[in-house]
């Protein structure tokens, strides 16, 4: 990776960020400030989602996962758009042409990235919605754990608009997160709506003036990064995995995944957090996190 000023200008006093670019350069990785800057980088196709972009989104992710230097990720677009979803002309039309299993192959490459590395990604993940987001970028924006948008980010199921019900798991995604009426309204009148609106039905977590959400996403994200990585895997998987089960298999995989997460724990977290709060009296754990440094 090369070293590299974030502006080019040499007036930002923090650190140069290390730069990575996919080799057909549908990808873009930052990593600086304990921050995995993850971009859709095409912007002269909004961000669309083509077969090689979804590829080089794996070996991005793959980058991120062993990087040190990414405590946490950021999932956001180069340009004006977070990104429009898939490529209709070379995921759709190109694909459509060729003999099925190229279909095959693209369809297993999309979800490969877009939810089942994502989702239980082994770092925090946020999405940082800064324009455009239409159909299949539904998927990634909801497997991340967190979503900050853009008040004016313009947001659609515009499937329908063009001919087909939202494609992949981008149904799925939406019952994870929307609720129902509002899901179908989107879904089957194609109508777009804004970042404030993706907010109140939580879809994202908040929108904020557009000159305010990197500073607010890089907030939300140091406070992630003072965590243990280990431990907010173990949350974050736990809560995802044991929604979807009984009580009964929920209590015996909960149990597990607490033992696994604090079980060999190279830095001893609960251990430290234990001690600094009952035996040094340095903090209160209801009111924050303890000194890992
Ligand atoms: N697939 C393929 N190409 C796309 C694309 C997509 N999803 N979204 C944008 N592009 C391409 C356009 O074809 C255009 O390419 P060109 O410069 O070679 O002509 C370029 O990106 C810019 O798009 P344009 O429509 O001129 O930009 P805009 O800023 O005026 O509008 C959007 C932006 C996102 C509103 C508009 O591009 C759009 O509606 N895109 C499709 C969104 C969609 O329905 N996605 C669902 C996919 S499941």
Same mark, same amino acid.
């Given at each position: 990776?090369?070293? +590299? $000023? ?11 960020? @290390? ?26 196709? &909004? ?76 770092? *925090? ?10 159909? =299949?970028?539904?998927? *990634? ?7 900050? %948008? ?26 994870? +997160?929307? *609720?129902? &009426? $509002? ?22 977590? @908040? ?11 890089? @907030? ?31 209590? $015996?995989?909960?149990? %597990? ?6 079980? =060999? $724990? ?21 009111? =924050? ?5």
């Amino acid at each position: 990776m090369d070293g +590299t $000023d974030e502006d080019g200008t040499g007036a930002d006093e923090r650190p140069p960020l @290390e730069v990575w670019e996919s080799p057909e350069g549908t990808v873009r990785v930052e990593i600086g400030s304990d921050i995995g800057w993850l971009l859709f980088n095409r912007p002269e196709k &909004r961000n669309a989602m083509n077969p090689a972009l979804n590829a080089e989104m794996a070996q991005a992710l793959d980058l991120l996962e062993g990087h040190e230097g990414a405590r946490v990720v950021v999932l956001t677009g180069a340009g004006e758009a977070w990104s429009a979803g898939m490529d209709l002309k070379e995921y759709f039309r190109d694909v459509e042409a060729s003999p099925p299993h190229v279909e095959i192959a693209a369809r297993r490459t999309s979800a490969e990235w877009q939810w089942r590395r994502l989702i239980h990604f082994a770092k *925090p993940t946020i999405a940082m919605v800064n324009g455009w987001c239409f159909g =299949g970028a539904f998927t *990634p924006l909801v497997c991340c754990d967190l979503a900050i %948008a853009a008040e004016d980010a313009v947001f659609g199921l515009s499937e329908v608009n063009w001919g087909i019900p939202p494609g992949g798991l981008v149904s799925r995604a939406l019952a994870e +997160t929307v *609720p129902t &009426r $509002d899901a179908l309204w989107f879904i089957m009148t194609g109508e777009t709506f804004d970042g404030r609106r993706a907010a109140a039905m939580r879809l994202v977590n @908040e929108a904020v003036p557009a000159d305010r959400l990197r500073a607010r996403t890089e @907030e939300v994200a140091r406070l992630l990064a003072r965590h243990s990585t280990r431990v907010l895997r173990g949350a974050k998987v736990g809560f995802k995995k044991a929604r979807l089960m009984s009580w009964d298999e929920a209590e $015996d995989y909960l149990y %597990a995944k607490l033992d696994q997460t604090v079980l =060999g $724990d190279p830095e001893q977290t609960k251990q430290e957090g234990l001690r600094q709060f009952l035996d040094r009296k340095t903090y209160r754990p209801g009111l =924050g996190s303890f000194d890992r440094r």
